[in-house]
Structure formats: C-alpha cells, structure tokens
C-alpha cells in the first residue's frame, strides 16, 4: 500500500464515528441550515452517503480505463428522509466495503487514467486526493453549519469566529 492510499485511508477510517458522534446531537440543531442556500448537518452527511457509491464507482471505472461521469448534487442527491443516525448507519454499512477497495490499491494503480465527463483525463492519484479532502470538507461544513447555532450567542467572543460566522458582516473588498 502507498502511503498516499494509507493516508487516504486513515481519513476516510475516521469519517464515520465522526458522522455518529454528530449524529447524536439534538436533531434540531442538524437540520438546520447555516444560512440560506446552505446546507445542514443532516444534509452533508446525506451527500456523503450519497456519494459513498459513486466513489468507489470511480476507482473500478480508472482501474478499468473507462469513462465516468460527474455527479451534480443538486439534480442527482436523494431526499432526506432519515435521520443523522440513519445515514450515519448506512455510511457504516458501506465504508468498509470502499476501504477494502483502497487496501488492494498498488503504487502502479495510482498512475493510471480514466477520463471524466466534465474534467477530462484524471489519475488514481487526484481522484484519491479528492476523495480525503470531499470527506473532510463536509465534516468541516457540517461543525460550521452547527457552530451558528452558538456563534450569535457568544456576546464578545462572536468577533473570535468571525472566519465562520455567517451572519458577520464581511470587509469590503
């Protein structure tokens, strides 16, 4: 294994008790939106379910050299219609079978192609480096998204989160 595939990995190991540890949060805190347009916990952790399946969709599609499409989360993700412990359930259900799928990556295996619809020709490699960071950035815009439920709250600690305050108003710039 590669230490970009062991590093890939270790993150995605980690994503669903984190998706559980969020999912015992009071519901109502998870369906909220941070602000209009974006999107909840609840929502963020359906994508990722969503999106489980497509990944590993695309590491068999590059090790295969076919062509693969992208995905557009606004037309192609399904209703919510569980709750966090649902989805964080069925993320469980499915991680194992795609780390499984990682484990049998070689170094050679990250070197070879497959064209994507939208992007063109793209590596093992990127689409591994894509995958930990999409992982990572929906926990992150999760805990942000859960955040302003406090951040308003916090009197003359507000300006301390102001990288993550949507209702702060922003420099102009």
Known sequence: MSDLVA??????????????????????LLVRAPAPGEWSVVQCLSHVVDTEPLFQGRVRAILDGREFPGFDPDRESSEIDRPAAKLAEQLGQMRPDSLGELGRLTDADLDRTARHRELGMVTMRELLNEWAAHDTMHVVQAERA???????????????????????????G
């Open 7 to 28: 590093a890939v990995v270790s993150v995605l190991a980690t994503s669903v008790a984190r998706w559980s540890a969020l999912a015992r949060i009071e519901p109502e």
């Open 146 to 172: 859960l955040m302003q439920a406090f951040v308003p709250g916090s009197g003359p600690w507000r300006p301390y989160f102001a990288d993550h305050d949507v209702e702060a108003p922003k420099p102009a």
